[in-house]
């Protein structure tokens, strides 16, 4: 087995020679390749990245390479991670399919739904969203109203979801939906993989206050879904669905790190004052900065203390906190950016704003988000105070 310093050169040699110049630069809003039937690269240069590295099965490093994946271990996985990062190498593939779907079903999925769906995933044929949460449920996600009837050879759905990420150019959705109305809460729910062609589906946007609509609601008036479709065993989906929370919870943890965002340790001197001393003269500020400076070097050790607990095969405490801990780094960018920026970040749009004060506007919109998408903050804090701290109920 060659050593991971071998490794490590011989994945810095790749990439110098197959990472494209332009992709080198962290991608700009329609600059992502999402996959899919409809999907268009955004230039040459991407489609030539994306085959380079589909081809080496590195859309998915860590998959078995018998389902289109790079076989890698994780210690593996994170040295490529890792000099991608040092060159800043744009994701080839961004997908909810890689991040959240594959998983699960690695773990729960049968051979022919593994065969069928996890190499479609790997080589982008396939663009996914999530159909779990529902409209008047909020964080209740086991508050499944979404109903698949039993018909014999397939199930009729009906029903809506909310929150379900670009259903609106998806080809296929991950579904929770309610299969026997007789169990108890967390039972009865059956786990659906569902082709948004179906007859009966249709979406409807949702604008955010980020001035994106990326969100839907999906709404199933009697769509025929084929039993072979079903994941795991009826009426025990919950299973799965809450597998596949881990990896969309640490997902939500590194949100942010692959995508454009302002530093507010780089920005400061253009926009408030310096003392003799060379410090910002607001101590305020100053305080801000330095909290956000030392959660973000805390949030780094802790995602490191994970990977070694893993290495070593010891079950941690890290995987629970990390989706809170992330998207409050997130926040604290956030509220950071408006303070260093004052009034000139409050430009949604005009010349008399730069790109940057833009960006950083909506930036500190898309954090609030983040501490909803994935499990609340309030979810997340429940989850740890029962879990790691075992307070009383």
Known sequence: MESLDQFRSEVRQWLADNCPVSQRTPAQPGEQYWGGRRAEFPNADAQLWFERMRDKGWTAPEWPAEYGGGGLDEAQAKILKDEMKAIAARPPLVSLGIWMLGPALLEYGNQQQKEKYLTAIV???HRWCQGYSEPGYGSDLAGVQCRAEDKGDHYLVNGSKIWTSRADVADWIFCL????????????????????ETEGISTSL???ISGESEFCQTFFDNVKVPKENLVGEAD????????LLKHERKLMSEMGTDIPSVDPRTIARDYVSYNAEGKIANSEIRRQLAEYD???????????????????NI?????LIMKYVGTEAERLKGEAL???MG?????????????????????????????IAGGTHEIQLNIIAKRILQLPQ
């Open 123 to 125: 080589r982008g044929e």
């Open 177 to 196: 939906v309610r299969t026997n109305t007789d169990a108890i809460k967390q039972e009865g729910i059956s786990f659906l993989l569902i082709d948004m």
């Open 206 to 208: 949702i604008e955010l």
């Open 236 to 243: 025990k989906g919950w299973s799965v669905a809450k597998s």
């Open 294 to 312: 030392m959660y973000i070097q805390a949030v780094g050790l802790t995602h490191f203390r994970g990977f070694e607990e893993r290495m070593h």
């Open 315 to 319: 079950q941690g405490n890290s995987p």
């Open 338 to 340: 408006l303070a260093l």
């Open 343 to 371: 009034s000139s970040a409050l430009g949604w749009e005009g010349d008399e704003f730069s790109a940057t004060e833009k960006q950083a506007l909506r930036q500190w919109a898309m954090s609030k988000t983040l501490t």
